[in-house]
């Protein structure tokens, strides 16, 4: 199973989620097709440019939980001062996408951010 993990900010675009993940994607040498799902951590639920992105790329939206979020903490590739003191976690989008993708996740390559979002994506044995 492949995840495209997404933290943001709130209110953003669909377009500029889209960017972020199109470079992550180019990053890994993966193609949009190749993506399963797309994750977020829970409290991103209502956040109505990450649903519109699930909607277009026609994939699911994973709804990651804090707990589910900071077991794979661990096993993130990039860290960020301020999502650790707010989040609690490294990185919103490597920690949403490892707990995403399942048993024996990891990522493809260190996070893409953005001046809004940052994007990871995930490979492991699903949920």
């Not at 492949?2 to 890994?28: F, N, Q, S, Y």
């Not at 277009?56 to 804090?66: G, K, Q, R």
């Amino acid at each position: 199973m492949m995840v495209a993990g997404i933290g943001c900010r709130k209110g953003v675009t669909p377009d500029a989620i889209g960017e972020a993940i199109a470079t992550a994607l180019e990053r890994c040498s993966v193609s949009c097709s190749q993506i399963d799902a797309l994750a977020t951590e829970s409290a991103k639920s209502s956040e109505e440019g990450i649903i519109a992105t699930a909607e277009t790329m026609a994939v699911p939206l994973v709804f990651v939980s804090h707990s589910e979020m900071t077991l794979v903490a661990g096993h993130a590739l990039t860290s960020s001062p301020r999502v650790i003191a707010i989040k609690g976690v490294p990185s919103v989008a490597e920690t949403a996408a490892l707990a995403a993708a399942g048993r024996s996740a990891r990522l493809l390559a260190p996070r893409v951010a953005t001046k809004t979002v940052t994007c990871a994506i995930a490979v492991g044995e699903g949920r």
